[in-house]
């Protein structure tokens, strides 16, 4: 086992911000190690249809790191390399707290922080060793999930080593460059998952490594991806110090950061003096009520003095606001986008209340029955997943595609031009193009929404037969005649195939299904652990078909007991099926 691919995935789902460019530092850090130890590593970001499979294909151990968003193209592709008898391991933040349902996909999983998991997983596969003893690991043994316990100590950083970005073999040169000099956030809002992923306590690495690392960046973008970069002041100010005394040279930077740092006027200053250009702070709700209800520890007031002193001192601020607690209606949606223009914000970011795995929210609206959805890709900001209390889903999902518009109209671009500068009104025109393309690529959503209020949520059998070719001709070597059953259960439809298919039986499960399937449908699964194939041609047609599906369906899921049904003709090019693969662990 000498070379490994580590990929990051993105989401093939089109949303507000999809245009930003710039990877999560957990693989260029794992590539980092597994290249000092001797490995051959390669790292790839972006959507199956992106990736060269070619060479891809050539590894012998593949990991993927996910979030929930992006968890459906994940599967996607390991289900594809697990085919292909290719080793595959998951990681991230939603394999970390979904590691049952990540291992119907994947070999193995990484819980948590990997940076002193990883590399001891891939010496002991290549020892041929079973990796009951590394902390944080889950994996199948006998056909039950084994779940190995994580390391209670949380990962020393400054024993990780910076990211090694040149590792990406198809990443286009990054506008700004992501730097982590913290993990923790003190602080436990109810819809975050940071707090549960790396814990309250905050660490940091030092100063002295940091600035080392800074100098390798002169006359770039940066943007601190800590997700509170001052939630220790003192040592925010011993950083920007060293940034100022050091002359760095960077040619700007953000950072995300909380409202009350406005009230620290000497780390104001050091902000500006150190080249700050822009902060992203969670603003959250103007509704005070809600503001508690997320355990957010700051007021409306903290917020309208954060944007003003930021102003003062020539940074722009990058406003997020979530939208559809339990306390939000329509008017708390309008009245913030007023207060986001009259407090003169110079972007935003709406986003709608998003439950994921993990977090007190998700939880509490599972026990609830509130979910309306377990489409992870829909997980992402932007789609209403959840019944809210005081309006409907395609109340939540519209008025927050009409604050988008609202406020990223052409009359609003230039409003802070003489305030921040151009860079806001470049912000804005962005928004303002991006909020319109997603607006007319999501119109299927609301109509999906305003489907599942109507939907019981009891399993109906729709139909149940048994093929045998035309003609009562039999063609399976066995005899054995092809059993199908369509059920729907709350909008998902599922097909279950058993029996042996061969060139008559398909043909004749084609004219059924194109009676019975609608023409199209949201979420199908297609349960053939119990199919076998009357020959390799068989196997070949019926994955065809189910491509042809595919096309159909907004999302198609094949459990299956093994790989066949991806076997391709030699010299065909080489890509990823629209299915996601399942495999039993039966």
């Not at 593949?62 to 968890?71: L, N």
């Not at 939000?328 to 407090?343: E, H, K, N, P």
């Amino acid at each position: 086992m000498k070379k490994i691919v580590l990929i990051e995935p993105q989401s093939k789902a089109d949303h507000v911000y999809k245009s930003v460019r710039m990877p999560r530092l957990g693989l260029p850090i794992l590539g980092v190690q597994l290249k000092a130890a001797g490995y051959a590593v390669n790292l790839y970001v972006g959507t199956s249809g992106s990736l060269p499979w070619s060479r891809i294909l050539d590894a012998d151990l593949v990991g993927i790191s996910t979030t929930t968003a992006t968890s459906r193209e994940a599967y996607r592709m390991a289900g594809y390399l697990r085919a292909r008898r290719i080793p595959v391991v998951l990681g991230g933040i939603h394999a970390t707290y979904m590691p049952d349902e990540a291992l119907l996909y994947a070999d193995y999983v990484v819980r948590g922080e990997a940076d002193c998991t990883f590399l001891p997983l891939v010496q002991a596969l290549e020892k041929g060793e079973p990796p009951h003893h590394i902390p944080g690991v889950s994996y199948c043994h006998e056909g039950a999930a084994i779940h190995n316990p994580c390391d209670p100590d949380p990962v020393e950083l400054d024993q990780v080593p910076p990211p090694d970005f040149t590792l990406f073999d198809n990443q286009k040169p990054l506008r700004s460059i992501p730097v982590m000099t913290s993990r923790g956030c003190p602080y436990n809002c109810i819809f975050c998952s940071v707090t549960p992923m790396f814990g309250r306590r905050y660490r940091y690495r030092s100063t002295e490594k940091i600035l080392q690392e800074l100098t390798a960046y002169r006359g770039r973008h940066l943007f601190f991806c800590d997700d509170n970069f001052t939630a220790h002041p003192a040592r925010s100010r011993e950083l920007l110090r060293g940034m100022i005394d050091r002359q760095i040279g960077l040619k700007g930077w953000g950072a995300q950061v909380r409202a009350e740092v406005a009230r620290d006027e000497e780390l104001l200053q050091l902000l500006q003096r150190a080249g700050c250009k822009i902060v992203y702070i969670g603003l959250e709700s103007i509704n005070p009520d809600t503001l508690e209800h997320y355990n957010k520890q700051q007021t409306v007031e903290d917020i309208s003095l954060c944007i003003r002193r930021f102003h003062q001192h020539g940074i722009r601020v990058h406003g997020m606001f979530v939208f559809g607690s339990d306390f939000d209606t329509v008017q708390t949606i309008r009245d913030t986008v007023d207060f986001a223009l009259q407090t003169r914000v110079d972007s935003v970011q709406f986003l709608i209340l998003t439950p994921l795995p993990g977090t007190q929210l998700f939880k509490k609206l599972e026990a609830e029955g509130r979910l309306l959805t377990r489409d992870w890709e829909l997980y992402d900001g932007h789609h209403a997943v959840f019944q809210p209390a005081l309006m409907t889903p395609e109340q939540l999902q519209e008025e927050t595609i009409r604050a988008f518009k609202r406020f990223y109209s052409l009359r609003h671009v230039f409003q802070n031009l003489t305030l921040t500068g151009w860079g806001s009104a470049l912000y804005r025109v962005i928004g303002l193009g991006l909020s319109r393309h997603f607006e007319y690529k999501n119109r299927w959503y609301l109509r999906y929404l305003g489907m599942l209020q109507n939907l019981e949520p009891q399993p109906i059998p729709l139909f149940y037969r048994l093929l045998k070719g035309r003609d009562g001709k039999e063609e399976s070597p066995a005899g054995l005649p092809l059993k199908i059953s369509l059920t729907e259960n709350n909008g998902i439809l599922h097909l279950r195939l058993r029996g042996i298919i061969g060139r008559l039986t398909l043909v004749e499960l084609h004219r059924t299904l194109k009676s019975f399937l609608p023409r199209r449908c949201f979420h199908l699964v297609i349960n053939m652990e119990g199919l076998h194939f009357a020959s390799e041609q068989a196997a070949a047609s019926f994955s065809l078909y189910l491509e042809k599906i595919a096309e159909r369906v907004q999302r198609l899921q094949v459990i299956t007991a093994g790989g066949a049904i991806l076997n391709r003709a030699p010299g065909l090019r080489i890509r990823l099926p629209r299915f996601e693969l399942l495999f039993s662990r039966r």
